[in-house]
T-cell receptor, first 115, second 110 residues
Framework: DTEVTQTPKHLVMGMTNKKSLKCEQH?????MYWYKQKAKKPPELMFV???????INESVPSRFSPECPNSSLLNLHLHALQPEDSALYLC??????????????FGPGTRLTVL | GQNIDQPTEMTATEGAIVQINCTYQ??????LFWYQQHAGEAPTFLSY????GLEEKGRFSSFLSRSKGYSYLLLKELQMKDSASYLC???????????FGRGTSLIVHP
């Protein structure tokens, strides 16, 4: 099973709202990722968690706050977003960030619209 | 950055063969990935190469030349459903986390 699940599939929020995106995997992977993808652009790495610890933050604004409650779950808390934050948010997981074939498996994404 | 370069767009005919090229930074190379992404969907893993040579998986094959910093994805017997973006991603610079190229939009027409 190479499934990564994400909820919700679609989210519309105002600039003053607080919302959370959720991601789950049961492949025993120890690395989990958040990506942001705009139309016709490649996925841009936002955060990496390795063994439940934040290992990479790609200078993401603080209005995005990641959380890894356990090895299977990854959340992205959203607060005071801007319209330009509207995008497809992808979660991915992989075996381990520190070893060879680090194939990432992606969830279906959350399509976020900020009004 | 990872200096990944791939063509923006390609077109091909159903039933034909198409080759999508990718060049990447060779320093600290740890592997080259290809993903397929249909519009509005998540990327799906196609192949991984870390050693020189050709890896074949059904209609799709991927080639790597480490010395040249070059890879290609070969799609045979093209089908309409192969119309998608093909993302080349390289783990380089000593990292095992791949960085994605801009993607090649492949349009397959009848």
């Amino acid at each position: 099973d190479t499934e990564v699940t994400q909820t919700p599939k679609h989210l519309v929020m105002g600039m003053t709202n607080k919302k959370s995106l959720k991601c789950e995997q049961h492949m025993g992977h120890r690395a989990m990722y958040w990506y942001k993808q705009k139309a016709k652009k490649p996925p841009e790495l936002m955060f990496v968690y390795s063994y439940e610890k934040l290992s990479i933050n790609e200078s993401v604004p603080s209005r995005f706050s990641p959380e890894c409650p356990n090895s299977s779950l990854l959340n992205l808390h959203l607060h005071a977003l801007q319209p330009e934050d509207s995008a497809l948010y992808l979660c991915a997981s992989s075996q381990d960030t520190g070893t060879g074939e680090n194939t990432q498996y992606f969830g279906p994404g959350t399509r976020l619209t900020v009004l | 950055g990872q200096n990944i370069d791939q063509p923006t767009e390609m077109t091909a005919t159903e039933g034909a063969i198409v080759q999508i090229n990718c060049t990447y930074q060779t320093s600290g190379f740890n592997g080259l990935f290809w993903y397929q992404q249909h519009a509005g969907e998540a990327p799906t893993f196609l192949s991984y190469n870390v050693l020189d040579g050709l890896e074949e998986k059904g209609r799709f094959s991927s080639f790597l030349s480490r010395s040249k910093g070059y890879s290609y994805l070969l799609l045979k017997e093209l089908q309409m459903k192969d119309s998608a973006s093909y993302l080349c991603a390289s783990a380089s610079g000593g990292s095992y986390i791949p960085t994605f190229g801009r993607g090649t939009s492949l349009i397959v027409h009848p």
